[in-house]
């Protein structure tokens, strides 16, 4: 049982825990942001915001893509939505504030990322001067 007490109390567990829980409630804004805001914008331009209705009939079979292309559209904007809006202002926060110095270097012999301050590199041996 102190097994399980030290697996839930580390810190991956407990982060992972909360963006589970950001990432629901995150899941609600895109999804409305998508339904109440994108959607319209685009039946009123393309002038059909679902095509739940699209069905192919093959003899006595009746094949609804129509669900599946809803489903499809709303993804591409979703995603659309999280790379526009979260992942180009991270990155250029991250360029502009980020880290600018690289702990790590190439190894000249098998270009393997060692540490700076390696004298020895851990996938070939090769001797190495410490960059500090």
Not at 45 to 73: C, E, M, R
């Amino acid at each position: 049982m102190s097994g399980f007490k030290k697996f839930l109390l580390r810190g991956n567990v407990i982060e992972l825990a909360v963006a589970v829980v950001i990432g629901a409630a995150f899941t609600s804004i895109v999804n409305s942001f998508v339904k109440d805001l994108l959607t319209p914008a685009i039946a009123a331009i393309a002038g059909k915001p679902d095509f739940g209705s699209l069905a192919l009939q093959i003899g006595d079979a009746t094949i609804s893509y129509g669900n599946f292309l809803n489903a499809l559209v709303s993804f591409l904007i979703v995603a659309t939505v999280v790379y526009f809006f979260l992942v180009k202002p991270y990155e250029l926060l991250m360029a502009r504030f980020g880290p600018t110095s690289k702990e790590t270097r190439d190894c000249p012999e098998c270009l393997t990322e060692v540490p700076k301050a390696a004298s020895r590199c851990s996938a070939c041996t090769a001797q190495l001067t410490p960059v500090s």
